[in-house]
């Protein structure tokens, strides 16, 4: 599997997620690209801090990635949903049984809008729960099915960042960048 990872923000992404997500799976050594979906390179995300891809969606389509990780917030996720290229990159990343997360709404808002979770466990924002179909694992703080990964928000970033970490690579790395951003049970 590849460490090539791709983590796309568009205004209304909510930043703690964002930032989590990229700096974790950075310190981890993973390659990764973050990219604007919608007009700006500059996005500005749901508390009004501003957040910069590397790059335009557009150019990541015909590149493969190890993970593509959505982080949440209502405006933010809405923005990815509705992101042609996004959802051709997360449809054929679930094909090919490559990794998708998605925390906080972007579970509800873009995986069950696209069906990627069809057939599977999740959690998310307590708020869009009851939208998942299987709510067998909607209390749980990270969830992993197959090849999802979802979460429920912004106090489980850091969790959910790590769990992508140990699928990514494994769980020696894992423990190894828990450690350092002293999280317990790393």
């Not at 996005?43 to 949440?72: D, H, M, W």
């Not at 709510?135 to 959910?160: C, H, K, M, Y």
């Amino acid at each position: 599997m590849s460490n090539k990872v791709l983590v796309p923000i568009a205004h209304g992404t909510e930043e703690i997620e964002a930032v989590s997500i990229i700096d974790v799976l950075r310190r981890a050594g993973a390659d990764v690209t973050v990219a604007a979906v919608g007009g700006q390179l500059e996005v500005k995300a749901s508390r009004g801090v501003s957040l910069v891809a590397n790059r335009y969606i557009q150019g990541c389509t015909n590149e493969r990635f190890g993970l593509i990780a959505l982080p949440g917030g209502a405006e933010g996720a809405e923005n990815l949903r509705d992101s042609k290229e996004l959802a051709e990159m997360l449809k054929h990343q679930d094909k090919n049984n490559n990794y998708i997360g998605a925390i906080c709404a972007s579970p509800a808002v873009v995986l069950l809008h696209h069906e990627i979770l069809r057939n599977r466990k999740a959690t998310c924002y307590p708020k869009y729960a009851a939208k998942l179909e299987n709510q067998e694992a909607v209390n749980e703080r990270v969830v992993v099915d197959q090849n999802i990964i979802t979460s429920q928000g912004p106090g489980t970033a850091l969790e959910f960042s790590i769990t992508l970490v140990k699928l990514l690579f494994d769980e020696a790395r894992a423990q190894e960048v828990g450690e350092a951003l002293i999280m317990q049970g790393a």
